[in-house]
């Protein structure tokens, strides 16, 4: 598969405002800490720009933030045959920083590679000097901007995969999109946030490949 990633980032809240949605949300709560360590993280980073404040997954995990999406009043979930959600690790090249909370930079859909299976779409990601979004990063953006996730218009969060113990990964690569209400969602969940898995080697049609510039530190 030849092609490029479409590097125009989306304009985030600034970090201030980011930090006041988490403190709504209940973040602190769950998280174990007092809402005054999501606003100073916010504060210390108040210089960098355009940039996604990111609970650290050993603060905060997936299972954790995924009912804290919505999408038009129903909360998000977490597929019923994803119940180890929590052990995909970031893969190789994927370093997240220290810290309870890192910064994302320069956020991007990948909707121009809708219909790519996640090996095929790795390469040029990594190949354009951009990473993968984790699936926890996937679930901090859609925190803040819930309105990413439109209909025909989600995306896989390949910077995650679950190690086995042969030393291989578990074929399944994490996503996010939106419930239709079938099967064992369950009818109530049509319209909700869903997070999910498919085959690394397949593709879908309506699924592109979330990717940010970098990863850094607060410091």
Request: charged share 20%.
């Amino acid at each position: 598969m030849i092609g490029r990633v479409n590097t125009t980032a989306v304009h985030l809240p600034d970090l201030p405002a980011q930090a006041r949605r988490l403190v709504d949300l209940g973040v602190a709560r769950l998280a174990g800490i007092d809402d005054a360590a999501i606003i100073d993280a916010a504060a210390a980073a108040a210089d960098t720009g355009n940039a996604l404040l990111v609970p650290h997954p050993e603060l905060l995990a997936p299972s954790v933030t995924a009912p804290l999406l919505t999408r038009s009043d129903k909360p998000g979930f977490v597929v019923v045959d994803m119940t180890d959600l929590d052990d995909f690790a970031p893969i190789t090249g994927v370093d997240l920083p220290a810290g309870p909370f890192y910064l994302l930079t320069g956020i991007e859909r990948g909707d121009e590679m809708a219909n790519w299976s996640p090996d095929e779409a790795l390469p040029t990601i990594t190949g354009a000097a951009r990473t993968p979004l984790t699936i926890g990063e996937g679930i901090a953006w859609l925190l803040q901007q819930p309105g990413q996730l439109e209909p025909n218009r989600c995306f896989m969060t390949i910077g995650s995969r679950l190690p086995r113990q042969d030393g291989r990964l578990d074929a399944r690569t994490p996503a996010i999109w939106i419930s239709g209400g079938t099967g064992r969602d369950g009818r109530e969940r049509k319209g909700a946030p869903k997070v999910g898995w498919c085959w690394a080697g397949n593709r879908h049609t309506w699924l592109g490949f979330a990717s940010a510039s970098d990863r850094r530190a607060i410091s």
